[in-house]
């Protein structure tokens, strides 16, 4: 079964960047749609970043458009979510998740695969 690991999170002060990584362990995510999700504590779980298996579509919540820049590296087997001029709402749990259909979309109930989360903290 497909295991994925979220790294890279932290506590960043406001305006600042961090970048966190989406790693597989056992099998190639070189055919997977791999989407970034973020729960924050007392809200729904909200998609925010997806990328088609090729890296040829990329998708953003409005939220962060223009902030966060999706990315992947197959050779690496590893998917990565640049945030820049964060701001204290993008506080939350950021899940990476991965399905294997041709759809790259920010619905969470499609996708398949699911890591444990890394905390992401943006406070002064």
């Known amino acids: 079964q497909l295991q994925l690991v979220e790294s890279g999170g932290g506590l960043v002060q406001p305006g600042g960047s961090l970048r966190l990584s989406c790693a597989a362990s056992?099998?190639?995510?070189?055919?997977?749609?791999i989407g970034w999700f973020r729960q924050a504590p007392g809200k729904e779980r909200e998609g925010v970043s997806c990328i088609s298996s090729s890296g040829g579509f990329r998708q953003y919540a409005d939220s962060v458009k223009g902030r966060f820049t999706i990315s992947r590296d197959n050779a690496k087997n590893t998917v990565y979510l640049q945030m820049n001029s964060l701001k204290p709402e993008d506080t939350a749990v950021y899940y990476c998740?991965?399905?294997?259909?041709?759809?790259?979309?920010?619905?969470?109930?499609?996708?398949?695969?699911w890591g444990q989360g890394t905390q992401v903290t943006v406070s002064s």
């Open positions: 998740a991965a399905h294997r259909g041709a759809l790259a979309t920010l619905i969470g109930p499609l996708y398949e695969y």
């Open positions: 056992k099998f190639s995510l070189d055919y997977y749609v």
